[in-house]
T-cell receptor, first 116, second 110 residues
Framework: EAGVTQFPSHSVIEKGQTVTLRCDPI?????LYWYRRVMGKEIKFLLHFVKESKQDESGMPNNRFLAERTGGTYSTLKVQPAELEDSGVYFCASSPRTSESTDTQYFGPGTRLTVL | RKEVEQDPGPFNVPEGATVAFNCTYSNSASQSFFWYRQDCRKEPKLLMSVYSSGNEDGRFTAQLNRASQYISLLIRDSKLSDSATYLCVVETGGSYIPTFGRGTSLIVHP
């Protein structure tokens, strides 16, 4: 079974530019999460989709970040305009169920974003 | 105080050694606890969940102490392949949104 995939693996952009990250969860997984790890810090939650709906976006840093999951399949995370402090590794994770119990989250390999 | 705190290490141990990591959490309402393993420049992978009664998986033993608000991970008979960063993860409340610690680095040498 294919795991969570993310594209691109690396992105280097200049401050003020726009970048769109993509995540393809494991097929059939309703839950999709975005996380970010800034250099030297812990992994931080950004937001959670259940199918196409945003369940929790309390971790989104500001309105320069926009996440979508049209059709409840893949998700995109757009940063516009990018700032230097947005540099880091963006992880996506998915889990299978929408029940109240905690399911194992399967992480993608991450997208390493560098803003110059 | 950070929500989840871990000693960053690195813990540098010889093969065959036993090593233990602790992790403390600040929110007494936390309900679910996990240890993840992350290899260099790779994604985190679930190592094991941590249950109140403690649980063991081969050479790995995890324990939870709710009164003192910490969880632990014990690795026996360390292997070179155990070298990685071990992340403590805590989930609180009904949202099941995980809070990660910064991770503890383990280096197992021959």
């Amino acid at each position: 079974e294919a795991g969570v995939t993310q594209f691109p693996s690396h992105s280097v952009i200049e401050k003020g530019q726009t970048v769109t990250l993509r995540c393809d969860p494991i097929s059939g997984h309703d839950n999709l999460y975005w996380y970010r790890r800034v250099m030297g810090k812990e992994i931080k939650f950004l937001l959670h989709f259940v199918k196409e709906s945003k369940q929790d976006e309390s971790g989104m840093p500001n309105n320069r970040f926009l996440a979508e999951r049209t059709g409840g399949t893949y998700s995109t995370l757009k940063v516009q305009p990018a700032e230097l402090e947005d540099s880091g590794v963006y992880f996506c994770a998915s889990s299978p169920r929408t029940s109240e119990s905690t399911d194992t989250q399967y992480f993608g390999p991450g997208t390493r974003l560098t803003v110059l | 105080r950070k929500e989840v705190e871990q000693d960053p290490g690195p813990f540098n141990v010889p093969e065959g050694a036993t090593v233990a990591f602790n992790c403390t959490y600040s929110n007494s309402a936390s309900q679910s606890f996990f240890w993840y393993r992350q290899d260099c420049r790779k994604e985190p992978k679930l190592l094991m969940s941590v249950y109140s009664s403690g649980n063991e998986d081969g050479r790995f033993t995890a324990q939870l102490n709710r009164a003192s608000q910490y969880i632990s991970l014990l690795i026996r008979d360390s292997k070179l392949s155990d070298s990685a960063t071990y992340l403590c993860v805590v989930e609180t409340g009904g949202s099941y949104i995980p809070t990660f610690g910064r991770g503890t680095s383990l280096i197992v040498h021959p």
